[in-house]
Each structure stands twice: as structure tokens, then as C-alpha cells.
């Protein structure tokens, strides 16, 4: 073997080395990033020993993240298709949301009446057939 697989004695960077080294990776096999991590190495070799940062990391969230979590958390949407420039179902509840903010509505009733017309817009309309069938059936 040509070193440890255990990440407390080398890092995968050395470990990828050790194996090229040894022949046991070919050249032309590389991982995409051994290149880059060769060419631009990190400022602090990342090692199992290594103590962590005490610094605290900034949580970053948008206004309209909660907002997002709440309404995904209320209604169910569908797959959304990522190739296509499409408005999504969220941005348009987004809108009617901050609409109506801008109006000064309150943010939960502004929740509550984006949400509301949301519905309208988008619940499952009955198609046509059913509603001239169910006629039939009555009279």
C-alpha cells in the first residue's frame, strides 16, 4: 500500500500524491482537482491535528428566506424545471408577499392574504369534462 488511508496520518491531496507517485495512479487518471490543489495549495494544510477556528461564521439569510421556508413548509410544490427561465411558484407568492408589505400590510396577514391568493391562482382547477359530466348525472 502506498500510505495510510487514515485521514489522521495524510490528507487526500498526499494520499493521491503517495499513489502517483508509487505508480499506482497513472497520470492521465487524476482527480479534476489535483491540478488546482497543486498549482493553488490552501494557506493552512488541512490536517486531522489542525485546531478548529474560533471564529464565529456569519450566518448569512436573505429577507425573503424565511418568508421561502415558511410558505414550502404550508404547500407542496412541484419539481421545479431548472433548465427553463421560467418564473417559479415561490417567486410569484414572493411577489404577491411583498406587495403587499410595500402596501403596509402586517407581515403575518401579508403571509396569510399572499397565501390565500396564491390558492386562487394555483389550486387544481376540475377539468371541463367532469364538471358537463357530473350535470349529466344530476338531471
Given at each position: 500500500?502506498?500510505?495510510?488511508r487514515?485521514?489522521r496520518?495524510?490528507?487526500?491531496?498526499?494520499?493521491?500524491?503517495?499513489?502517483?507517485?508509487?505508480d499506482v495512479?497513472?497520470?492521465?487518471?487524476l482527480?479534476?482537482?489535483?491540478?488546482?490543489?497543486?498549482t493553488?495549495?490552501?494557506?493552512?494544510?488541512?490536517?486531522?491535528?489542525?485546531?478548529?477556528?474560533?471564529?464565529?461564521?456569519?450566518k448569512?439569510?436573505?429577507?425573503?428566506?424565511?418568508?421561502?421556508?415558511?410558505?414550502?413548509?404550508?404547500v407542496?410544490?412541484p419539481?421545479?424545471?431548472?433548465?427553463?427561465?421560467?418564473i417559479?411558484?415561490?417567486q410569484?407568492?414572493f411577489?404577491?408577499?411583498?406587495?403587499?408589505?410595500?402596501?403596509g400590510?402586517?407581515?403575518?396577514?401579508?403571509?396569510?392574504?399572499?397565501?390565500?391568493s396564491?390558492?386562487?391562482?394555483?389550486?387544481?382547477?376540475?377539468?371541463?369534462?367532469?364538471?358537463?359530466h357530473?350535470?349529466?348525472?344530476q338531471?
Amino acid at each position: 500500500m502506498a500510505q495510510s488511508r487514515t485521514e489522521r496520518i495524510g490528507t487526500i491531496f498526499t494520499r493521491v500524491k503517495s499513489l502517483l507517485h508509487a505508480d499506482v495512479l497513472r497520470p492521465d487518471n487524476l482527480p479534476i482537482w489535483y491540478e488546482i490543489y497543486k498549482t493553488y495549495p490552501p494557506q493552512y494544510e488541512p490536517t486531522f491535528s489542525r485546531k478548529t477556528s474560533t471564529v464565529n461564521i456569519q450566518k448569512i439569510f436573505y429577507k425573503e428566506d424565511f418568508i421561502r421556508a415558511k410558505f414550502h413548509k404550508d404547500v407542496s410544490l412541484p419539481i421545479i424545471d431548472m433548465k427553463k427561465d421560467k418564473i417559479t411558484e415561490t417567486q410569484i407568492f414572493f411577489t404577491i408577499y411583498d406587495c403587499l408589505l410595500q402596501g403596509g400590510v402586517k407581515k403575518e396577514e401579508a403571509y396569510e392574504k399572499a397565501l390565500k391568493s396564491y390558492k386562487t391562482i394555483f389550486e387544481p382547477h376540475t377539468p371541463r369534462k367532469n364538471i358537463e359530466h357530473d350535470k349529466e348525472q344530476q338531471t
